[in-house]
Structure formats: structure tokens, C-alpha cells
């Protein structure tokens, strides 16, 4: 069965870096191009970042521009996502989710949680 | 950028009645060489993930009730609920997936009335 699970989440302070990973299973992770969404405590969904099955394109949300950066192993069936200099505002849940091309699986979300 | 914006925000719905989300686009998510409306809908509870009840705008996902139905074509897009059970208590989001940046609408909260 698919299974993705993100880690790497937890309290951060501003300006600061975290990487959260996604381990996918179940599937042929190299054949399907990957996602990072997010949701801010009490708020809706937020699409963050795509990236192709094979690595060669990605793309962003204006808001995470510059800042984040989304890359995968294929040969680890994971994903990542770098997020530098850290923002108040990108506290959140960060999900990844599979693209078919619809978000037909989920993971279960990491929390980061950025304070000072 | 598409923009997806859904009505109402919130809504309550005694049980066994039917239950009806709208979702506009800014933009025709209806991609002309398939024919096909670019168009999901998820369902999320608290503490969890959202789970895909709808793709390309009326299609339901494996194991979603029959209850669950999606219309609409080009920028105009519903979600019904036939006849709300206690379990269908959640948000609901459309996104299109026409196009980057996915844009999801901000949300309804379905409650029993």
C-alpha cells in the first residue's frame, strides 16, 4: 500500500533552517512528480512546491520563493524540502502528496513551528 | 495565477439532508485536448490529512461513498452530499490542478444542524 511519511519538523527560531524529508512507499516513487502543502494552525491548505519525477523541474509558491527548495532521491524514494531563513508565518503542518496529477495520497504532516 | 474560491464558508445540515459546496476558478480549469476538468475535491477532519474524495471534477476516488458527488465544468464546480451522516462532519477544499501554483479554495466547515 502508499505510505509517505514526512519527518524532521519542530521549533525553529527565525531566520534559522530546517529540512523535512518525505519516505515514500509503495509505489514507483521515481514515475510521479512529488508536492509539499502546508496549513497553518486553524487555516486552510496551502500549496507550497512541485517537483518532476525526474528531478529536472520544480516549482514554488511566491510566498516560499527563494527561501525553500524542494529536491528528491530517487534512489531513497524521498523527498525533501529545505526551508532557509525561516519566517514567523511558515509555522505549519507541511504535508508532501503524490501527483496523479490530483493529490491522491497523503502523508500525515510535520510540524514546524517557527518562535523566538 | 488562478484564484479558487469557494461557497459558503460554512454551512450546517440536519442528518439524512443534502449538503451543497461551490467552487469557482478565475480561470476554465476545463483543458481542451482530454476534455477533462482540472478540478479535485478533498475532505479533512481534525488532526488529519485531507483525503481525496473527488478528481477531474466528478470522478470519485476508491471507497468514497456513493453520497459523495462532484459537477460542473470550466469555472463553475459543486460538491453534494446526497444525505449528510454524522461522519461527514469536516472541512472540504477544491483545488484545481490546471496549472502551478495549485490553488486550493479556502475551505467550508460542514456541521449537523
Known amino acids: 500500500q502508499v505510505q509517505l511519511v514526512e519527518s524532521g519538523g519542530g521549533v525553529v527560531q527565525p531566520g534559522r533552517s530546517l529540512r523535512l524529508s518525505c519516505v515514500a512507499s509503495?509505489?514507483?516513487?521515481?514515475?510521479?512528480?512529488m508536492h509539499w502543502v502546508r496549513q497553518a494552525p486553524g487555516k486552510g491548505l496551502e500549496w507550497v512546491a512541485v517537483?518532476?519525477?525526474?528531478?529536472?523541474?520544480?516549482f514554488y509558491a511566491d510566498p516560499v520563493k527563494g527561501r525553500f527548495t524542494i529536491s528528491r532521491d530517487n534512489s531513497k524514494n524521498t523527498l525533501y524540502l529545505q526551508m532557509n531563513s525561516l519566517r514567523l508565518e511558515d509555522t505549519a503542518v507541511y504535508f508532501c502528496?503524490?501527483?496523479?496529477?490530483?493529490?491522491?495520497?497523503w502523508g500525515q504532516g510535520t510540524l514546524v513551528t517557527v518562535s523566538s | 495565477d488562478i484564484v479558487v474560491t469557494q461557497s459558503p464558508d460554512s454551512l450546517a445540515v440536519s442528518l439524512g439532508e443534502r449538503a451543497t459546496v461551490n467552487c469557482k476558478s478565475s480561470?476554465?480549469?476545463?483543458?481542451?485536448?482530454?476534455?477533462?476538468?482540472?478540478l479535485a475535491w478533498f475532505q479533512q477532519k481534525p488532526g488529519q490529512p485531507p483525503r481525496l474524495l473527488i478528481y477531474?471534477?466528478?470522478t470519485r476516488a476508491s471507497g468514497v461513498p456513493d453520497r459523495f458527488s462532484g459537477s460542473g465544468s470550466g469555472t463553475d464546480f459543486t460538491l453534494t452530499i446526497s444525505s449528510l451522516q454524522a461522519e461527514d462532519v469536516a472541512v472540504y477544499y477544491c483545488?484545481?490542478?490546471?496549472?502551478?501554483?495549485?490553488?486550493f479554495g479556502q475551505g467550508t466547515k460542514v456541521e449537523i444542524k
Open positions: 502528496a503524490r501527483d496523479a496529477p490530483y493529490h491522491d495520497y
Open positions: 509503495g509505489f514507483t516513487f521515481n514515475t510521479y512528480p
Open positions: 517537483m518532476s519525477a525526474d528531478g529536472r523541474d520544480k
Open positions: 480561470q476554465s480549469v476545463l483543458y481542451s485536448s482530454d476534455n477533462k476538468n482540472y
Open positions: 477531474w471534477a466528478s
Open positions: 483545488q484545481q490542478y490546471y496549472s502551478t501554483p495549485r490553488a
